[in-house]
């Protein structure tokens, strides 16, 4: 019962893959579901860590794309 | 395992998912900027929030670790998502349009430029002499 719901949550985040900054935001979302997922399935628990990272990085960039098209400058 | 635990697995799973999909659906089906918003957010704290609750669970029960590092991504995602939607409509807000539905100004006005005085928020106090500045005096 879990294999079968872990591959259709699988299809539906990897068909959600498929716009500027909410894209850019939406996607990096879905690649950390992917990870977790794949973590799920594969039973390793090391991809939160590639998880995690990925959180971190993908809100920095966001900001950063905000700020630069608001300011036309990331650091002031 | 029990089937108890098996099923709180499996609907969290499945509840993530698809509010994952619905998310990214609402990207690609709604029209504005604004409406556009709504989707990723959800997608965000409903969507993962469930997937990595089902994580927790899942390892706990199958290989009898307890994980952490999904309560932090969690935490992390749930902190930083208004964040990043309120920037991005703070930038939907003053971004000049060009191209196809071109529009002469912005909704808000162009922001202050980096060097010069003025507040980062996006809608400021009124001036004094303004009538919104007696409003609620």
Known sequence: MIAVSLHVAFGCVALALLLRIIALDTMVINAIALIVLIGMIGGNDTYFEAALLLAMVGFVSTIAYCKFILRGDIVE | ?137
């Open chain 2, 1 to 137: 395992m029990s089937v108890a635990l098996d099923l709180v697995i499996t609907g969290l799973i499945l509840l993530g998912a698809a509010f994952v999909l619905i998310g990214s659906w609402g990207l690609v089906r709604l029209t504005s900027t604004m409406e556009r918003l709504h989707g990723p957010t959800k997608a965000t704290t409903l969507g993962l929030g469930a997937l990595l609750a089902a994580s927790v669970v899942f390892f706990q029960a199958k290989l009898d670790v307890w994980t952490a590092h999904e309560l932090l991504i969690s935490l992390f995602l749930f902190i930083t998502a208004p964040i990043s939607a309120n920037m991005i409509a703070k930038v939907h807000l003053h971004r000049l349009r060009t191209g196809a539905n071109a529009e002469q100004d912005s909704i808000a006005g162009s922001p202050p430029p980096p060097d010069a005085e003025g507040d980062w928020a996006t809608f400021e106090a009124p001036k004094p002499g303004n009538p919104a500045a007696t409003a609620n005096t």
